[in-house]
């Protein structure tokens, strides 16, 4: 094929993919199944391989970039990036929406276009003659982080604005959030690599975005929503929620929930509708968003300087119940530190039933001095994980029973202590303790570490069991034989994780020393020491 007819081709591919991510992300109506269209993508990078000429920066193949970051450059937005003010109650709302019309004239009309507000992070979109060129996170307002290639792996976020004829240059502003089912799915992933679990989606969303490899970004599952807009040259738009529309026909998501209220009723009547229906939503949200809709309105309210005047956020109260506290247990982490955890009698709070709550460290137990037998309030505001807030003293029987930190690991039964009177952290310091071991290899073994697919909790468990793995060198040296003695393995599974095993041999140095777990070494300080020592064997030395 000559190259005329590669870039036809290519031409005709990225855009039929264009198509189908605006079908799929914006309009939630799919035209071809997922074969097909990774088809297409599959056609489009054998293209591009063909003629790396060819190859531009908005391709969808283009997406995800390999290596890892040094860190990010701060960037500033070309029109600040303010807070919302938040109200509380109907009456502080409606004390707003006067305030509003004290700054117009008295018999103009109001038009409130108003949102479910996203429990996410932040982000800010520079698309330049319909091409993305920055994507930054809101920072102070005035300055932000510059992780373009980390919202590039957004599927939801368009390489390129679907207009045939752009805006020579606009900002948009939204939210970049994870949904419920692929926060929690995160977090069963993270428990079995022995990781800390993230408290919430919104934390989850968060830590995704500032991550230095945008290869596991992009296994994250980030979504986004378009809902402001920033400086704009070669557009005009006379009311947000024309805005909305428009930037929707260019190929963004905007919140199909979206509503524009005539009045303040109205207004009332959304915040309590999603007040009380909001777990049918498939992300978390802790309120409602109202903004005044028309954008001449907008500029004669002006802002403070930390907030508009024409926009406000009503916060929804958080979700309370009490119930009984039925025993404190604790578990062993990768690095030995205890947690106590909450067991529970189940309840209903948010639309979810609750049976454990973390109680994190001894000194929280202390702080709330909480017994075994206590009448708790457990509160979930906007979190997936919910936390007990105090205990209701008041309904204390005196058959409670005092909770003692143990003075043995549960697990090994060798001692538990904190290392330095300053910590407050305990933690169990035999270190063969099998806990500490099992998690040790599910993160070593896990996506963001040396990746060895098949090597999960059942299977790491089911090889120190059997003795058969003591230490991360062990792995290197299973064979089939081993591996079929266990319970777990027919023949081809055998083979695929010694393939697994042996691929991870390829990793880079970064990955390597932050699967090694050591103590105050996460992704970013791993990545530091391996550019500075470049082999295991300087680091070693």
Known sequence: MGIDKAKAEIKKLREEIRHHDYCYYVLS???????????????????????????????PTQRVSGGVQEGFKTVRHRQKMLSLDNVYSFPELKDWAQRVRKGLSPDEAVEYAVEPKIDGLS?????????????????????????TVNLRTIRAVPLRLKSDNPPQLIEIRGEVYLGIEDFNQLNKERQKQGEVLFANPRNAASGSLKLLDARITAGRKLNFFAHSLGEVDGANFLSHWEFLTAMKKNGLRVNPENKLCKNLNQVFKFCALWEKTRRKLGYQIDGVVVKVNSLKQQDRL????KSPRWAT??????????????????????????????????VECGGVT???????????????GIKIGDRVVLERAGEVIPKIIKVVESVRSGREKAFKIPKTCSVCAGPIMKEKE????????????????????????????????????????QLIERGLVKDFADIYYLGKGQLLTLELFKEKKAENLLTAVEKSKRQPLARLVYALGIRHVGEKAAYILAKRFKTIENLMA
């Open 29 to 59: 109506q799919p035209e071809v199944s997922d074969r097909e269209y990774d088809g297409l993508m599959l056609r489009l990078k054998r293209l591009e391989e063909e003629f790396p000429v060819l190859i531009t920066l908005d391709s």
């Open 123 to 147: 982000a800010n979109l520079t698309y330049q003659d319909g091409v993305l060129t920055v994507g930054s996170t809101r920072g102070d307002g005035e300055t932000g982080e510059d992780v």
């Open 302 to 305: 002006g802002a403070t300087l």
């Open 313 to 346: 956020a009503y916060k929804f109260p958080a979700h309370q119940v009490t119930t009984r506290l039925k025993d404190i247990i604790v578990s062993v982490g990768r690095t030995g530190v205890i947690t106590p955890v909450a067991d529970l009698e189940p």
């Open 354 to 368: 609750i049976s454990r709550a973390t109680l994190h460290n001894f000194d929280e137990v202390e702080r709330l």
């Open 422 to 461: 300053e910590e407050v952290a305990y933690r169990c310091i035999n270190p063969s303790c099998p806990a500490q071991l099992e998690k040790g290899l599910i993160h070593f073994a896990g996506r963001s570490c040396m990746d060895i697919e098949g090597m999960g909790e059942l299977v790491v468990r």
